[in-house]
């Protein structure tokens, strides 16, 4: 089973509001990471957060971690248009060799 | 230009007709992987390779195999393709398991 879940699956805003992603894990993990798809495109990375980190900033991206809860939010500020893709949410698990994604959040910002 | 590259980018074919997508990195990366991305399902881990020589299956292994023979290469092979593996098709390469990963462009596969 998926040891990621994205929660909502769709969310469609305004350009200009931030938007808010959540992911929920299963098993201990050695950090949580985070990427966008355009559509169909290759995924690409956006921020990593380490399990003994509970915040972390890149530019508009703010990313928490609750490893008590086993769960990690995106939060995107001041969206654009260009924000406008599908996220990931990927669980390494801690001394585990495989790489779970979740089923993704996509986002719809509308100009 | 550090990247992932997968051949082809699309690929219509006929149950039975081996087929192999490649996949090559040019960033001496070690960690290589497949997924396959259905829709409602998210990436699914096909199989992953932690170096040369060094396979293992991943969630849905079944009806593929894949070889790591040089560091950079790290082909996927459909023996005998069935409709239920039409799907898009991703590889990837990281410097270790649990560090992020540099995605190709995707091989869309259909199988009739």
């Known amino acids: 089973s998926q040891q990621g879940e994205e929660d909502p699956q769709a969310l469609s805003i305004q350009e200009g509001e931030n938007a808010t992603m959540n992911c929920s894990y299963k098993t201990s993990i050695n950090n949580l990471q985070w990427y966008r798809q355009n559509s169909g495109r290759g995924l690409v990375h956006l921020i990593l957060i380490r399990s003994n980190e509970r915040e972390k900033h890149s530019g508009r991206l703010r990313v928490t971690l609750d490893t008590s809860k086993k769960s990690s939010s995106l939060l995107i500020t001041a969206s654009r248009a260009a924000d406008t893709a599908s996220y990931f949410c990927a669980t390494p698990p801690y001394n585990f060799n495989k790489f779970y994604f979740g089923s993704g959040t996509k986002l719809n910002v509308k100009p | 230009e550090a990247q992932v590259t997968q051949n082809p980018r699309y690929l219509i074919t006929v149950t039975g007709k081996k087929l192999t997508v490649t996949c090559s990195q040019n960033m001496n990366h070690e960690y290589m992987s497949w997924y396959r991305q259905d829709p409602g399902l998210g990436l699914r881990q096909i199989y992953y390779s932690m170096n040369v020589e060094v396979t293992d299956k991943g969630d849905v292994p079944e009806g593929y195999k894949v070889s790591r023979k040089e560091k950079r290469n790290f082909p996927l092979i459909l023996e005998s393709p069935s409709p239920n593996q039409t799907s898009l098709y991703f590889c990837?390469?990281?410097?270790?398991?649990?560090?992020?990963?540099?995605f190709g462009d995707g091989t869309r596969l259909s199988i009739l």
């Open positions: 990837a390469s990281s410097f270790a398991d649990n560090q992020p990963q540099h």
